[in-house]
């Protein structure tokens, strides 16, 4: 389950996985950021509601940025559990995204 969030002017869409971030939600993860009308400019995922990520949310994650522009994607995440930052660590995310 997502909970999602859009700034007033569009431009941030936050994305708050409830769960696991894992195949299960692959399709409305996806539909969460491609079917906006007007594409945003930057990517908010809150993992504070997040238990675990597994490899198909990093390809998710991989995905969200290849569709937000690759090397020049604005993706925050924020709010990682331990357990999380560390996936995100050894998977060398941190060279890809946003991690506080």
């Known amino acids: ?5 859009e700034s ?3 431009a941030t869409l936050t994305i708050i996985p409830v769960g696991r971030f894992d195949a299960r939600m692959h399709r409305t993860f996806l539909e969460a950021y491609t079917t906006r ?4 400019s930057h990517y ?6 997040t238990e675990y990520i597994d490899s198909t949310g990093l390809g998710m994650l991989l995905k969200l940025r ?7 994607a ?8 331990p357990q999380i930052k ?3 660590s050894i ?3 941190h060279s890809l995204v946003t991690i506080p």
């Open 1 to 5: 389950m997502f909970k999602i969030e």
């Open 44 to 49: 908010v995922l809150d993992f504070a509601q």
């Open 86 to 88: 560390s996936i995100l």
């Open 66 to 72: 290849e569709f937000a522009g690759g090397g020049k």
């Open 37 to 40: 009308p007007v594409p945003s």
């Open 74 to 81: 604005r993706v925050h995440l924020l709010k990682c559990s």
């Open 8 to 10: 007033a002017d569009g």
């Open 91 to 93: 998977a060398n995310f």
